[in-house]
Nanobody
Framework: QVQLQESGPGLVKPSQTLSLTCTVS??????????WSWIRQPPGKGLEWIGH???????YYSPSLKSRTSISRDTSKNQFTLQLSSVTPEDTAVYYC???????????WGQGTQVTVSS
């Protein structure tokens, strides 16, 4: 059973960088064919894909967020990290990490973590 757990600050000030970590247990983030995503849901809105890091280490980002987003990983800790820079209140959302696979979709999700951008 794969488990994902998000961690990081719940409150970030405008213009700062939001940083979240997803810790994975029960499976390796280097396992072939899986990618590891960050997804968010702003209040009252639908899910928005932010980006992912593939099992071989390449990263892919939403075009609308690409200029502010960085996803990295620490294979020794089986973790991957999201950094979103220059945040504004519009970045307030519940942030999820999830495991996915091409043409299959997502099979495991973290419980989500609320991040509020406010001064």
């Amino acid at each position: 059973q794969v488990q994902l757990q998000e961690s990081g600050p719940g409150l970030v000030k405008p213009s700062q960088t939001l940083s979240l970590t997803c810790t994975v247990s029960g499976g390796s983030i280097t396992t072939d064919y899986y990618h590891w995503s960050w997804i968010r849901q702003p209040p009252g809105k639908g899910l928005e894909w932010i980006g992912h890091i593939a099992y071989f280490g390449s990263t892919y980002y939403s075009p609308s967020l690409k200029s502010r987003t960085s996803i990295s990983r620490d294979t020794s800790k089986n973790q991957f990290t999201l950094q979103l820079s220059s945040v504004t209140p519009e970045d307030t959302a519940v942030y999820y990490c999830a495991r996915g696979r091409e043409r299959v979709g997502y099979d495991y999700w973290g419980q989500g973590t609320q991040v509020t951008v406010s001064s």
